[in-house]
Structure formats: C-alpha cells, structure tokens
C-alpha cells in the first residue's frame, strides 16, 4: 500500500480516470450479471403504478452505462456521472440516452423522477458525511412525488469482513489484463489500491496503471440517518443487508404528495 493518500483522490474525477476502457472488461470476467442486479431491484417499483414509457428513471453514478439496458426494460433512462472518461464509454454505447455530466452534490436536471438508482458503491467517494447529506438532498430533490431512491453502499462497516487481496485477469484487445487489489479499512474509511496491467502485444507496450479509492466506510446507521436528516419529511426508509451483491441496499420511499417533485 502507498502511504500518500492525500494524491489519490485529488482532481474531481478521480480514481476512474485512466481506467475507464478496462472497467466493464474485468467486472465481466468476475461474473458481472447486470440485468441479474436490476431484476433484483425490480420489486422496489414493481407496484407504482407506472409502465416502461410512463417510469422516469435516472441511473446516478452510471460510469460505463453497464445498468442502463437493463433499466431500459423498466422505464426511460438517463444516466449521470462526474467522470468524462466513464462517461465517453457510457456515451459511445448509449448514443441515444441523455447522459449528463455532474457531482451528485450539486446537479441539476429538468426531469423528476420515478426511480433513482445509486449503484455498486458510487455514492461511497464522497469525502464525509456532511457531502453525503448533501448529496441525499440533491438526489431528493429529483424524485417525483412517490418516487424512490435506491443506494447500493460501498461496504456498511457493520458487515466489513477483513480485506484480502485480490486478483482478477482476463484478456482485452486479445492481450491479457491483469487487475491486482488491496484494502484497509482508516477510520470511517476504506482504501483501496488497484494495479492494473495489460500485458504489452506485437506491437502494444504493457499498459500500467495504478488506481486509488477511498470511500466511506460508515454503519448503516450513520447511512440511514444521513438520509433522514437530508430527504423529506415523510420519506420512507428501509435498509437490507443483501442488496443487488451482497453488500446492502438501502431504499427511500418519498411521499407520494406533497415531495419535492410535485412543485
Ligand atoms: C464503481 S463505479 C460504478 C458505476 C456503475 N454504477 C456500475 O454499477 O458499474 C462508481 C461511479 O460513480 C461515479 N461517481 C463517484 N462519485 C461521484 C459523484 N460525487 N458524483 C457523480 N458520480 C460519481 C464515478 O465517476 C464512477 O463512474
């Protein structure tokens, strides 16, 4: 582990930057089943009343676009990201869906919506609790009246297990990509560091990149009080340990009059 944590995590769109190509590419070799994880979500809206051309859904924190086809099946989609790069992938497969630019801190869209999903972790990168609370009352501030609120947490610290490495290699472009992973949990948060190596080709150099994440490590206490504080009153909310992979999901069920989509 590299000690300079201050480095990692500078410039507002790290740490996806440089690994954008590679992400859909090693997630899909460990198993990845993207439409496997919106069908478990499924329930959480079965029952609004809505139809795939009535449901306004906003994926936030979409990276590659890997979940907007299968949220396609439930509703018009949109997607939003601070990463350019994981937004140009999103981007040259989805031609046809809006996908915006912007911090789940501080964006603005024209839409309200039925569902927002925050998923695989995303919301986690936030720097503390008081952005997170910030980042809660954005993402309200975008649900319709009734709408709901999905987030999918990086870890909760009450079910972290002690972090092992972990290796994971598949082949891209035909050359072998090898991504090797550790974690520590600091406080409220938990470092990750990954090194990633596409093997050089004929004519291709090895490709070495060296990624750093940090995200909070909070209970799901903290979680859900974060959300009480920063969404309506009214609102809703639940927490379950399971989730879409195992590592939670917690919901939030705005007021069907009176929220903050019906101005
Ligand atoms: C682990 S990826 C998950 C991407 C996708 N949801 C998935 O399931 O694969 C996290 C994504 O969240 C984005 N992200 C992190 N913090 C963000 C923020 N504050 N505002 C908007 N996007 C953010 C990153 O740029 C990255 O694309």
């Not at 859909?24 to 070799?29: C, E, R, S, T, V």
């Not at 140009?88 to 869209?109: E, M, N, Q, S, V």
């Not at 503390?128 to 909760?156: I, K, M, N, Q, W």
């Not at 002690?162 to 991504?179: A, D, N």
Request: include cysteine.
């Amino acid at each position: 582990m590299v000690s300079d944590w201050a480095a990692v995590v500078a410039g507002p769109e790290a740490p996806f930057q440089r690994i954008a190509r590679y992400y859909d590419a090693i997630y899909a070799a460990r198993g990845r089943d993207p439409f496997g994880e919106i069908a478990l979500l499924f329930p959480a809206w079965a029952a609004d009343g809505l139809d795939v051309e009535t449901r306004r859904i906003l994926d936030a924190g979409c990276g590659t676009g890997i979940h907007l086809d299968a949220l396609g099946q439930h509703g018009v989609v949109e997607g939003l990201d601070r990463s350019r790069d994981m937004l140009a992938y999103a981007r040259a497969r989805h031609p046809d869906r809006p996908l915006h630019l912007g911090d789940f801190t501080g964006f603005r869209l024209e839409s309200r919506f039925n569902v927002i999903c925050c998923l695989f972790g995303s919301i986690g990168y936030l720097p503390d609790r008081t952005a997170l609370r910030r980042a809660f009352s954005c993402l309200g501030d975008h649900l319709a009246a009734g709408g709901v609120l999905l987030v999918e947490p990086p870890v909760v610290a009450d079910a972290l297990e002690p972090p092992r490495p972990q290796r994971i290699e598949t082949v891209l472009e035909g050359r072998p990509l090898i991504r090797d992973g550790s974690a520590r949990a600091v406080g409220q948060s938990l470092e990750i560091e990954f090194t990633w190596r596409h093997l050089a080709g004929p004519t291709e150099p090895e490709c070495t990149v060296l990624e750093r994440h940090r995200m909070l490590l909070l209970p799901s206490d903290c979680w859900l009080e974060d959300m009480k504080d920063a969404l309506p009153e009214g609102t809703r909310l639940s927490f379950e340990s399971a989730g879409p992979r195992g590592r939670g999901l917690f919901k939030a069920v705005v007021s069907p009059v009176g929220g903050p989509g019906t101005g």
